[in-house]
């Protein structure tokens, strides 16, 4: 088979991979706090006996992209907004921490505050309310209750959020969504008590879903280009062993 099908299945294979990064950019265009994840080509020497003057084309996903999303007003107590490379702490299935910038918090049946269904945590482990108590978060991310029936000014302070300060070469996404150290390590980041967020108010996803359709339509017209240079190639090759076969 000719070298040039395998260059253009290389080149296929990475349109396939960048259409899928799209996808899930556009799945997530309604997802608070989501990160968009970034998709590069990059091109990579055929080494061998012949000249080095074949390249193939590798896809790679370097990273996310953290501009921050629109900040929205929603007046729910339990919503926040965090300022740039600030982070919640949720604690995963193995007890390890992940890392995120969805602000949308509920209480559960048990009174365990939680983020994408993940426990949240403070200052000494996963947070938890009274039953059926009003809370309220103040800036530096302490938590207040108010039982049902108490007076107004019976507030009880019951913990405070932890959240992290990181910057973005420092983190990467898993496939979870959440996103954990680059470097590998399952030693949890210190809290900062000097972030300040922003109650009853919350980040948008920053996905462009314009420019994500346009991404996807070229992607898509990419790939399509890439099958009709290895039609080509094929029917050049056809051609070519019938004229063998008539010599």
Not at 212 to 235: G, N, T, Y
């Amino acid at each position: 088979m000719d070298r040039a099908i395998y260059t253009a299945l290389g080149a296929a294979n990475a349109a396939l991979n960048r259409q899928a990064i799209t996808a899930n950019n556009l799945a997530n265009a309604s997802t608070s706090g989501f990160r968009a994840q970034l998709a590069a080509w990059r091109a990579v020497p055929v080494n061998g006996p012949s000249l080095a003057t074949r390249t193939l084309v590798a896809e790679s996903t370097p990273g996310n992209d953290m501009t921050m999303g629109a900040v929205q007003q929603t007046g729910r107590d339990l919503d926040v907004a965090l300022p740039q490379n600030g982070w919640l702490a949720v604690q995963l299935p193995d007890g390890s921490e992940g890392y995120t910038r969805d602000g949308n918090i509920e209480v559960d049946s048990e009174g365990t505050l939680r983020v994408r269904g993940l426990p949240l945590l403070g200052d000494g482990g996963a947070l938890s309310v009274p039953p059926q108590a009003k809370v309220t978060i103040g800036p530096d991310g302490t938590l207040t209750a108010r039982g049902a029936g108490d007076e107004p000014k019976a507030l009880a302070q019951i913990g405070r959020i932890k959240m992290v300060n990181a910057q973005a070469q420092s983190l990467r996404m898993g496939d979870d969504g959440l996103f954990h150290p680059a470097s590998g390590s399952a030693a949890p980041l210190s809290a900062d008590p000097d972030l300040r967020l922003m109650p009853g108010m919350l980040e948008s996803s920053n996905v462009s879903p314009v420019n994500s359709m346009v991404d996807m339509i070229a992607a898509a017209r990419l790939f399509d280009m890439q099958m009709k240079v290895i039609s080509s190639v094929d029917e050049n090759e056809k051609s070519a062993s019938q004229l063998l076969t008539l010599g």
